[in-house]
């Protein structure tokens, strides 16, 4: 039972663009969203979150949308860099933050 | 390097030994979480601990794994008679849980290699 849905398995876009990563969720207790970046034979970096009585938070070049009627969420960088190139997960908590359900990962890569 | 630690970094075992993964969790942090990550799949929640006790480990395989985190020292995740379906890497991650924000920060994790 995926809670957590990345569809996209990859997404390869030019430096100075934008890139948008999408997370689907089912689960209507979820109440705490995160990113990750990982990088082959590391552990995953977290990179920005959103609470759900948010639709959008900033930092820097990552912006993470939330659309809670439709149960999505989105994460774009801007403009995107080749070292932004790496897996990105999607996460999500329940409102005790107990555990983390991550999506399968979308991978990016950034071309210069 | 206040981040956090894990140990071994690769640990081979062959089939029936014992594997046992080192946590030290961020400075500050008291809540530590044992994550799996199969090849080409996500992260799975295993178990969350806090000193001496386990709050949830409804991730956690009914036999053979078992996990603590003692007063003084480390988190160890156990994994005993080990089967190749074991191989993948282990994550752990530490959270301080203050403020209302869960986040939580990772290790750079044990890959286990079961021959």
């Known amino acids: 039972d995926q809670q957590v849905k990345q569809n996209s398995p990859s997404l390869s876009v030019q430096e100075g663009r934008i890139s948008i990563l999408n997370c689907d969720y089912t689960?209507?207790?979820?109440?705490?969203f995160l990113w990750y970046k990982k990088y082959p034979a590391e552990g995953p970096t977290f990179l920005i979150s959103?609470?759900?009585?948010?639709d959008k938070n900033e930092d820097g070049r990552f912006t993470v949308f939330l659309n809670k009627s439709a149960k999505h969420l989105s994460l774009h960088i801007v403009p995107s860099q080749p070292g932004d190139s790496a897996v990105y997960f999607c996460?999500?908590?329940?409102?005790?933050?107990?555990?983390?359900?991550f999506g399968a990962g979308t991978i990016l890569r950034v071309k210069s | 390097n206040a981040g956090v630690m894990q140990n071994p970094r690769h640990l081979v075992r062959r089939r029936g030994q014992e594997a046992r993964l080192r946590c030290s969790p961020m400075?500050?942090?008291?809540?530590v979480y044992w994550y799996r990550q199969l090849p080409e799949e996500g992260l799975k929640f295993m178990v969350y601990l806090q000193k001496e006790n386990i709050i949830d480990e409804s991730g956690m395989p009914k036999e053979r794994f078992s996990a603590e985190f003692p007063k003084e020292g480390p988190s160890i995740l156990r994994i005993q008679q080990v089967v190749r379906g074991d191989s993948a890497a282990y994550f752990c991650?530490?959270?301080?849980?203050?403020?209302?924000?869960?986040?939580?920060?990772f290790g750079p994790g044990t890959r286990l290699t079961v021959t």
């Open positions: 400075k500050g942090h008291s809540h």
């Open positions: 996460a999500a908590s329940d409102p005790y933050g107990n555990k983390l359900v």
């Open positions: 991650a530490s959270s301080s849980r203050q403020g209302g924000f869960y986040e939580q920060y």
């Open positions: 959103i609470s759900s009585i948010k």
């Open positions: 689960n209507s207790m979820f109440d705490y």
